[in-house]
Nanobody, 116 residues
Framework: QVQLVESGGGLVQPGGSLRLSCSAS????????MNWYRQAPGKQRNLVAS???????NYADSVKGRFTISRDNAKKAVYLQMNSLKAEDTAVYYC??????????WGQGTQVTVSS
């Protein structure tokens, strides 16, 4: 059974930082592209950051220079370090695993709220 479990969300003030974690089980983790998506209320789910098995990263323009995606294949975990958070970063953040055959798995999401 495949499971992706996110953690690390919460309430933070503008300008603050959070680190999201996603632990995977049931997949050959090192072979998957790992992604972070987010979905704000009333909006579609959008890609925030991705990290391939070979270490290539990609970021949405809105988070470049502020967010960093990383992975630990030994721990089957992917992380999203979020700095200089803004109110517009408020959303539910989802971990996603994508295989070379386009099989995809989702976590349950973790809420990030940026507010003073």
């Amino acid at each position: 059974q495949v499971q992706l479990v996110e953690s690390g969300g919460g309430l933070v003030q503008p300008g603050g930082s959070l680190r999201l974690s996603c632990s995977a089980s049931g997949i050959l983790f090192s072979l998957y592209v790992m992604n972070w998506y987010r979905q704000a209320p009333g909006k579609q789910r959008n890609l925030v950051a991705s990290l391939t098995s070979t270490g290539t990263t990609n970021y949405a323009d809105s988070v470049k220079g502020r967010f960093t995606i990383s992975r630990d294949n030994a721990k089957k975990a992917v992380y999203l370090q979020m700095n200089s958070l803004k109110a517009e970063d408020t959303a539910v953040y989802y971990c996603n695993a994508l295989s070379t055959s386009s099989t995809t798995y989702w976590g349950q999401g973790t809420q990030v709220t940026v507010s003073s």
